[in-house]
C-alpha cells in the first residue's frame, strides 16, 4: 500500500494549509523533513507536534504536525497532517518534498476510499462527505452531517441481512422439496419484505426534496416575448445579468443564475418568450423551454396586464394542463402601469407586480421561499444521490415482485431470486456489496485531498 499524499484544504492564498499524509509509511517519510521538539516515534496518537519542515536542511516552514496513529484516523492508517501556512509556494514544495521521500500524490476522494475500504465508514457516510463539501444550504449541509454521523446504514444493514436470511432459508426449502418440510415461516419473510418496501418507497420519495437540498430549488421564469422575464431575473438577482429591450425575442438562449432566499438555494432560469416565430433560433430557445419547465421544481408564469392578457391566460391553461404535475405561480407584471394597481383576477391565485420599478419583488421572493421550503424535508436521514435512488427503486421492483410471487404461491426458486436480487442492490447502497467499478465512479467525484 502506498503512501499518499495531498493539500486538503482549498489551493489559492489562505493564512494556513493543511496537506495530508496517510499509508503504512506516512510516519517514517515525515520523521525525514521533520525537525521538532519531539520525535513522532516517542509521541502517541493524536499529539501535535511543532518544529521546522526541511527539505535537505533547508528551512521551509514552521509547521504543526498532527499525529493519529492507526486504526483511529481518518483513514484507517497512519496518518499526518502538516499544519503550515498558506499561499501556492509553500504548500507545493512541501508536497514536493514528500514526494521526493517517498510519498505518492492522492487522487480524487483516495483519502474517503481508504477509509471506506478500512471499514471506517460505509459509503453512505463517503457519500455525505461529498454532499457536506458541495452544500448549498445549511438545511442540505446539516442533513449531510447527520448522514455523516452514520447510524442510517444500521437500518439498512439489518433489512440486508434478513433478505439474505430469508433468501437462504427458501433456498434450503429447496433442496429439501421432496420431503415437504417448510423451513421459510412465510410470516418471517412477509414482514421482512413488507419492512423494506415501506423503507424504500420512504425513500424514494425523499428523492426530490434530497435534490432540492443538494442543487438548490430549480425556478423557471416563463411567458409570453416581451412580459418582463429578463428584467423580473435581474430585480430577483438584484443584478443586471439578462438583456432587457423592448423588442420581443429578446432572450434566446436560457440564462440561469443561483441566488439564495433566506437559507434555500435558488436556480433561477431566465427563458426565451413563448410565440409562434419563423426564426430558426428564437424557435430552438423556445424548445428548451418546454425542457425548462419539466425540469424545474417551480415554473413562474410571468403575465403582462396591460398587453394581451386572454392569450397570456390562454397560454398559461395550456401549459398548465400539459404539464398537470408541475407546479406554477401565476404572476402579473407591470403593475406601476395600471392606476392603483386596480388589475385583479379572481379566477387564480396570483400576485401582482412591477419587475421594473420594482415593486412587491419581496412579496414574491416570499411566496416562492414558501413553495420551496414546503418541498424540502428538514428531517430526513439521507440525502439520497442519483446512485442510491436507483438502488432502492431496484430494489423496490425486486421486492414487489417478491410480494406477488408469494402471493401467487409461485415457487421458492423464483421468489429466492427476487430477495436476492433485492438484497444485492440494498447491499450495493451501504458498500456491503461493492465493486473496483463502482468505487472509483463514486470516489472519482470527490475533490483530491478528501
Ligand atoms: N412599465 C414596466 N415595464 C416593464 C416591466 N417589466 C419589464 N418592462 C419592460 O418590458 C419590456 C420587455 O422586458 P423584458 O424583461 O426584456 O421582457 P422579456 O419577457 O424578457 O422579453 P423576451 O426576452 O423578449 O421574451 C422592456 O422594455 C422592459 O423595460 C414593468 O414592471 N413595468
Ligand atoms: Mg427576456
Known sequence: MKT??????????????????????????????????????????????????????NIIDDVTISIFKSPHSYTGED???????????????????????????????EFTQRAFVNGRIDLVQAEAVVDLIHSTSL????????????????????LYDN????????????????????????????????????????????????????DGFYVAIVG????????LFNALLNKTRAIVSD??????????????????????????GLRKTSDYVEAEGIKLVYD???????VVFLRDITENTEQSLKLYNNIKEKYNDQTFLLVNNKSDLIKNSSFHDNNHNCINISAKNPTDIEKLKSVIWDIANNCVDKDEDILLNQRQFILLSNVLQAVNSAIDGLEKNMSNEFIAID?????????????????EEVLNSIFSKFCIGK
Not at 438545511?139 to 439489518?158: D, P
Not at 419484505?193 to 426534496?209: G, H, N, P, R, V
Open 4 to 57: 499518499i499524499v495531498a493539500q486538503a484544504t482549498a489551493i489559492g492564498i489562505s493564512g494556513l494549509a493543511v496537506i495530508r499524509v496517510s499509508g503504512p509509511q506516512s510516519f517514517e517519510i515525515v520523521s525525514k523533513v521533520f525537525n521538532g521538539n519531539k520525535k513522532i516515534s516517542e509521541v502517541n496518537s493524536h499529539t501535535i507536534l511543532y518544529g521546522n519542515f526541511i527539505d535537505n536542511e
Open 79 to 109: 496518518v499526518i497532517e502538516i499544519g503550515c501556512h498558506g499561499g501556492k509556494v509553500i504548500t507545493l514544495k512541501i508536497i514536493d518534498t514528500l514526494i521526493c521521500n517517498g510519498c505518492v500524490l492522492a487522487g480524487p476522494g
Open 247 to 272: 423588442i420581443p425575442g429578446t432572450t434566446r438562449d436560457y440564462i440561469e443564475d443561483g441566488m439564495f432566499i433566506n437559507n434555500v438555494a435558488i436556480k433561477l432560469i431566465d427563458t426565451a
Open 163 to 214: 433478505l439474505v436470511k430469508i433468501a437462504s432459508l427458501l433456498e434450503l426449502e429447496l433442496d429439501f422439496a421432496e420431503d415437504a418440510i417448510d423451513i421459510a415461516n412465510k410470516d418471517e419473510i412477509n414482514n421482512t419484505l413488507l419492512e423494506t418496501k415501506l423503507l424504500c418507497s420512504k425513500l424514494i420519495a425523499s428523492y426530490k426534496s434530497a435534490t432540492i437540498l443538494r
Open 224 to 231: 409570453l416575448p416581451n412580459s418582463g422575464k429578463s428584467t
Open 139 to 158: 438545511t442540505g449541509a446539516i442533513t449531510a452531517s447527520r448522514q455523516l454521523r452514520g447510524g442510517f446504514t444500521k437500518h439498512l444493514n439489518k
Open 292 to 298: 425548462k419547465i419539466s425540469e424545474a421544481n417551480l
Open 419 to 435: 430477495i436476492k436480487n433485492a438484497a444485492e442492490n440494498l447491499g450495493a447502497v451501504s458498500g456491503r456489496q461493492w465493486n
